[in-house]
Nanobody, 127 residues
Framework: RVQLVESGGGSVQPGGSLRLSCKLS????????LGWFRQAPGKEREGVAA????????YYADSVKGRFAISRDKANNTLFLQMSSLKPEDTAIYYC????????????????????WGQGTQVTVSS
């Protein structure tokens, strides 16, 4: 069965960086969308970034543009999120997600778009 396992979360001071990884198993679709979401306490889960399986399209939430970068290692079935210039408001549980069709530019940030989810990894930004 499809499995997504995140790693790389932790605690960092404001202005710091973290790199999240998501290893996908048993996910062998030719067309797919991979995404990162986050959920802060008391808030709804929100889309952070998404990338097509062919790397041709990338999407970011306005709140992270210029600070976060999504990428994937196709050969090793791994998704990454490089986070820089972190702010306290970036504190959340971060989830990776996968969907067996290309990202839709109008719905990529909607969690209902994605069928498969990881268990989440905590990111805390605090001084």
């Amino acid at each position: 069965r499809v499995q997504l396992v995140e790693s790389g979360g932790g605690s960092v001071q404001p202005g710091g960086s973290l790199r999240l990884s998501c290893k996908l198993s048993e996910f062998s679709y030719s067309e797919y969308c991979l995404g990162w979401f986050r959920q802060a306490p008391g808030k709804e889960r929100e889309g952070v970034a998404a990338i097509n399986g062919d790397g041709g399209r990338i999407y970011y939430a306005d709140s992270v543009k210029g600070r976060f970068a999504i990428s994937r290692d196709k050969a090793n079935n791994t998704l990454f999120l490089q986070m820089s210039s972190l702010k306290p408001e970036d504190t959340a549980i971060y989830y990776c997600a996968a969907e067996p069709k290309y990202c839709d530019p109008t719905s990529w940030s909607n969690q209902e778009t994605f069928d498969y989810w990881g268990q989440g990894t905590q990111v805390t930004v605090s001084s």
